[in-house]
């Protein structure tokens, strides 16, 4: 497995199509709700493998100088439990850090609190439901 970001048409394409895929499709969500404005500076990274086919995505951008935001993160059910979220995790905190953010945040779902939580995330409140039914906790961590 390698961490990259998605570069050429093409890898955005399957960047984006697994974000569809893991966070939007199983809720009945159309395409292009996986996007949005902030996309265009974000930092995206991908675990792909050696036949490069996307296994986990995630996106990070900077709410102001010392904060950090993971959003759009998702695993491929089958790579679950396989350490692929974790070492996309530490990525995205390395490259935090690498840009002076002091914390990182983030929206967890319900069922991806306890994963976020053994990655050294706590929940800071409960907050949102999303498409009605997914409910959402801001989670941080002190990265300095």
């Known amino acids: 497995m390698k961490i990259t970001s998605p570069l050429s048409e093409d890898e955005f394409q399957k960047y984006y199509q697994t974000r569809w895929q893991i966070l939007r499709q199983p809720w009945g969500q159309p395409q292009g709700t996986e996007r949005d404005d902030s ?14 086919q996307v296994i986990a995505v995630a996106r990070l951008h900077l709410n102001s100088p010392e904060q950090a935001q993971i959003r759009y993160m998702g695993v491929i059910e089958t790579f679950r439990g396989s350490g692929a979220g974790t070492k996309l995790i530490k990525d ?30 706590n929940i800071i409140k409960k907050t949102h439901l999303l498409f009605g039914t997914i409910q959402h906790f801001l989670m941080q961590k002190k990265i300095r």
């Open 39 to 52: 996309d265009i500076t974000s930092i995206h990274r991908m675990l792909v493998t050696e036949s490069k």
């Open 92 to 121: 995205l905190e390395n490259i935090a850090a690498e840009k002076n953010a002091k914390q990182i945040v983030l929206q967890a779902r319900e069922n991806a609190v306890q994963f976020y939580q053994s990655n050294g995330f």
